[in-house]
Nanobody
Framework: QVHTVESGGGLVQAGGSLRLSCAAS????????MGWFRQAPGKEREFVAA????????NYADSLKGRFTISRLNAKNTVYLQMNSLKPEDTAVYYC????????????????????WGQGTQVTVSS
């Protein structure tokens, strides 16, 4: 069982940057693919990015490519989401999760293929 805790959210002006962290714990967690998702008020949860267990493969939502970067430091069992050039429409609660069944990689952008969701961290971008 993997346990995840997100941090790093906050209030930032449009054009600013934030780096989110996801601390993961559990057996062999460093081998799991991990993903970031977000959910804005009144909207469905949407895929943001995913990274393989090794960190060698990544997958991004098409609309976020070039602004967001996912990375991981397995020595610290931590996954990061660097967010640059933030826009008000990036305002949401951001969640990290582990690939279901401990998969080391998944091309899925469906939240149903991930589990061990954290409590989320709020990101608010003011205009």
């Amino acid at each position: 069982q993997v346990h995840t805790v997100e941090s790093g959210g906050g209030l930032v002006q449009a054009g600013g940057s934030l780096r989110l962290s996801c601390a993961a714990s559990g057996r062999a967690v460093s081998t799991y693919a991990m993903g970031w998702f977000r959910q804005a008020p009144g909207k469905e949860r949407e895929f943001v990015a995913a990274i393989s267990g090794s960190g060698g493969s990544t997958n991004y939502a098409d609309s976020l490519k070039g602004r967001f970067t996912i990375s991981r430091l397995n020595a610290k069992n931590t996954v990061y989401l660097q967010m640059n050039s933030l826009k008000p429409e990036d305002t949401a609660v951001y969640y990290c999760a582990a690939a279901r069944y401990g998969s080391s990689w998944s091309n899925s952008r469906n939240g149903k293929d991930f589990d061990s969701w954290g409590q989320g961290t709020q990101v608010t971008v003011s205009s």
